[in-house]
Nanobody, 119 residues
Framework: QVQLVESGGGLVQPGGSLKLACVASGNLFSVYGMAWYRQIPGKTRELVAC???????NYADSVKGRFRIYRDNARNTLYLEMNNLKPEDTAVYFCNQKTDSTCRGEGSWGQGIQVTVSS
């Protein structure tokens, strides 16, 4: 079972930036699709961005042009660079490793990390 450990969350003012990181245990990190999701209390978890094993990316419409997902395969690390943050970006963010190279399916989850955008 892979372990995913997120870091980099916190409190930031509107318009600010944060960078989340997710370190994955195990081998073959480069093969798997990797994604970031977020969840607000009382709502379903939503996909923020995904990066396939072939380095293709897709983003939720609400974050396009502001967020960037990328990975460092040598360090088994997935990143989410978040710019021009808005209060509606406030959520718990989860790292997710898929079971194959695509962005489909469930897979494994990190414990989640809080991001709060507030003045």
């Amino acid at each position: 079972q892979v372990q995913l450990v997120e870091s980099g969350g916190g409190l930031v003012q509107p318009g600010g930036s944060l960078k989340l990181a997710c370190v994955a245990s195990g081998n073959l990190f480069s093969v798997y699709g990797m994604a970031w999701y977020r969840q607000i209390p009382g709502k379903t978890r939503e996909l923020v961005a995904c990066n396939t094993g072939n380095a293709l990316t897709n983003y939720a419409d609400s974050v396009k042009g502001r967020f960037r997902i990328y990975r460092d395969n040598a360090r088994n690390t997935l990143y989410l660079e978040m710019n021009n943050l808005k209060p509606e970006d406030t959520a718990v963010y989860f790292c997710n490793q898929k079971t194959d190279s695509t962005c489909r399916g469930e897979g494994s989850w990190g414990q989640g990390i809080q991001v709060t955008v507030s003045s």
